[in-house]
């Protein structure tokens, strides 16, 4: 028979059992509303889901992990399938085009991976700065330059034939297009993307590969100039130069040399990040008998990791709005030259940076969402606590960008904290 005073002492150590969160224990964190079945009859009912609109009624409601993988993965078949019907024209076609600027596409496959694991080579041609002629004809060339053992190559045409064709503002978002394109309707891995460029095209990979480095699994300059390109966002990003010993127009070859040096001094403070490798061909000038293939094993060894524990973000004259698990909220705009340098050591996260604010983009690849999270900005505490899990912040990851290795479940927006008396903020 059990005693009064052993059954006293159960109940009792049963109590924070009971109160401990729903999601700890791996069930729904509330109780009349399952988030997971209306959103399944969300999908069901609309005739063309919209993932800007989903009902307020249960998008927000805490998700324990299972849900937010099922609603993840519901959420991105259906928003690939969208895409797939708006934008199969695109490639059947071969363009790509936002506003009045256009990508031509050239495109070459090789191997035969499967659905979901091709991997996808973006070739820049050379030219700018010179007639479209001369342009149309560094293009033609360019798609038959490299082939890698498994992927799709493809080579776009530049929008305009100016110096800088590569790296002007609207190529961004054109690129950007051409991977999701590729990823929904080519069955392309975006964790296996891969970007390339040859003299003008290099000018464009010094400039583009540090700006979207969470886009890509590794980058290769080609016979370039950087300009006033900076490596610091190639924290996470392999990047490999190739130039001709001989290559002296515009200093090409003494420059290569000075970013790889420049790169070598970051992987120094920063063991953990910035590889890179550096080829001179001693005997090479501007066409460098392309010895520069090697650069295609090397970048084809790297995947991306959409979800590195330590970002550094730095904005370019063209700028963006989010960077891996980093994002500036709705109405701030990014600043041309502001660096974040954001690090996660187990459930804490770390910032640096006179942003006012930010938002971070978080997930169970990051770290553990079930567990209290803390945020310390300027060496000053801003959050701590639990973050909510959400279909709102899923929808939102994927109207952001149709890429499913990147989705963020949970979203966090912090401030910049007040410094202390005496102390800059």
Known sequence: MISITALSRTLHALIPLLALPAALHGEPSHSSINPVESLKNWIAEATNPDLAALPSSWANIPLNRPEAEEIASLLWDTSRQSLAMQRAAELEQGEVTIGDHTLRLLERSFGDAPDGRKSLWISMHGGGGAPAAVNDQQWQNQIRLYEPE??????????????????????????????????????????????????????GAYQLAPRMADRFAAAAMM??????????????????????????????????????????????????????????????????????????????????????????????????????????????????????????????????????????????????????????????????????????????????????????TAILHVTRPTAPPGEPS
């Open 150 to 203: 498994e992927g799709i190559v493809v080579a776009p045409r530049a929008p305009t034939d100016h110096w800088n064709l590569w790296h002007e503002p609207h190529m961004d978002p054109l690129l950007a297009r051409l991977i999701e394109d590729y990823v929904v309707l080519r069955g392309v891995d975006p964790d296996r993307v891969y970007l390339m460029g040859y003299s003008a095209g290099g000018d």
């Open 223 to 408: 016979a370039g100039h950087p300009n006033d390109a900076s490596p610091l966002g190639l924290r996470n990003l392999p990047f490999a130069i190739f130039v001709g010993g001989k290559d002296s127009a515009f200093h090409r070859n003494t420059v290569a040399v000075e970013w790889s040096e420049k790169l070598d001094a970051l992987a120094e403070a920063d063991p953990n990040g910035y590889p890179h490798m550096l080829r001179v061909y001693p005997e090479a000038g501007h066409w460098m008998n392309q010895q520069d293939r090697e650069a295609l094993p090397w970048m084809a060894a790297h995947t991306r990791n959409p979800w590195p524990q330590t970002v550094v973000w730095h904005q370019s004259t063209v700028t963006h709005t989010r960077f891996y698990w980093l994002a500036l909220p709705a109405d701030l705009r990014p600043q041309p030259g502001s660096t974040v340098r954001a690090q996660v050591n187990g459930q804490e996260i770390r910032i640096e940076s006179d942003l006012p604010q930010l938002s971070l983009r978080l997930s169970d690849q990051l770290l553990d969402l079930d567990q209290p999270v803390r945020i310390i900005w300027n060496h000053q505490p801003v959050f701590e606590g639990r973050v909510d899990r959400s279909t709102q912040a899923i929808a939102d990851s994927l109207v952001q960008r149709a890429d499913p290795t990147s989705i963020a």
